[in-house]
């Protein structure tokens, strides 16, 4: 297994402001945006994130990556415990592991060109000879679409499709082997989309990388990746591997995703069952995280939060409903 996450746990503090409800403390809210999350990844292989905003994606693929430390659980790469590094050592493990973020417009310094951009990734990590960098950044620009003479110009020349594209080229820069997408199209025009995300597919199967693609969107997350985590509450409710279609969803939240729309969009939670746009601060304190809008609750629902349960070839779903926990047996 490459890369392996072991009950991940990361809690952030928020000042309460005016708006808090009469008689809560204004002091400081501790909020759980991630609550013993685990997942695997074999090599070459791609694993789609889905969930609604708030449910913990982002906050997964940052302590994945280690740009935040997770307060308890591990990550382990090529079973050596990134979590446990110093400081240098964690710097030459993390080139192994490369973020594209949403915002292809906040992710490169203006004040660089495309190339210069590209060669201080090269140099940093000193991938190639000095001599050899005006070529390397060439073919990184070449391997994502862009021209060679882009390493000239600097990112305010480029549309927002262009810009991820070189963002993606600057990942790519490390020579990384897992390449996490963080809602790499959600901040583009639906036709400019699709090429992003077949630029993704292509790069994949060239370069043998193994993906964890993040997005609110069920259908577009089995587009890139064949096996898929469902998220809530920081939580993984429910993996749907390879072979298994969407449609045979077993968890309520994941079926509530499908059944919605023929797409997931974010704004499909806000029109449904008063829900707070704050998801975490909505979450019970027990039991399982998505009792109150769940149309199957049933008594161990409010005390016990589910374990996952795989209920067949690596179908994995944390639901009492589903699994029958206490009797051993899955539900119909």
């Given at each position: 297994m490459l890369l392996v996450a072991e009950h991940l746990t990361k809690t952030y503090a928020h000042r309460r402001g005016w708006s808090t409800p009469p008689g809560r403390d204004r002091g400081r809210d501790v909020r759980p945006a991630l609550a013993d999350a685990s997942l695997s990844l074999e090599r070459g292989?791609?694993?789609?994130?889905?969930?609604?905003?708030?449910?913990?994606?982002?906050?997964?693929?940052?302590?994945?990556?280690?740009?935040d430390r997770p307060d308890a659980g591990r990550v382990l790469l090529d079973g050596v415990e990134l979590t446990r590094l110093g400081a240098g050592s964690l710097r030459r493990s993390r080139r192994r592991i490369q973020v594209v973020f949403q915002d292809p417009y906040s992710s490169l310094n203006p004040r660089l060109t495309v190339g210069s951009a590209l060669s201080e990734v090269l140099l940093v990590h000193r991938l190639v000879p000095r001599h050899r960098i005006g070529r390397r950044v060439a073919e990184l620009l070449d391997q994502v679409g862009m021209p060679a003479r882009a390493a000239d110009r600097y990112p305010s020349d480029f549309?927002?499709?262009?810009r991820q594209r070189i963002c993606v080229a600057r990942a790519l820069a490390a020579e990384p082997e897992v390449l996490i997408a963080d809602e790499p199209v959600s901040a583009l025009d639906v036709s400019i989309q699709a090429?992003?995300?077949?630029?993704?597919?292509?790069?994949?199967t060239q370069l043998a990388l193994s993906v964890i693609f993040i997005s609110h969107d069920l259908y577009?997350?089995?587009?890139i990746a064949p096996k898929i985590g469902v998220m809530f509450g920081g939580r993984i409710?429910?993996?749907?591997?390879?072979?298994?279609?969407?449609?045979?969803a077993r968890h309520p939240?994941?079926?509530?995703?499908?059944?919605s729309r023929s797409r997931l969009d974010p704004g499909w939670l806000a029109e449904s069952r008063d829900l707070a746009t704050d998801l975490t601060s909505s979450l019970p304190a027990t039991g399982c995280p998505f009792r109150e809008r769940c149309p199957r609750v049933f008594a161990p629902?409010?005390?016990?939060d589910p374990p996952a349960v795989d209920i067949g070839h690596g179908h994995l779903v944390a639901c009492h409903y589903v699994t029958n926990s206490y009797g051993g047996s899955a539900r119909a």
């Open positions: 292989e791609s694993i789609g994130i889905v969930g609604e905003s708030g449910s913990g994606k982002s906050t997964l693929a940052r302590c994945l990556a280690l740009l549309s927002g499709g262009q090429q992003i995300l077949n630029l993704l597919a292509d790069l994949r577009v997350v089995r587009y409710v429910e993996v749907l591997p390879e072979g298994v279609p969407l449609e045979q939240y994941t079926q509530a995703l499908l059944n629902c409010r005390d016990v």
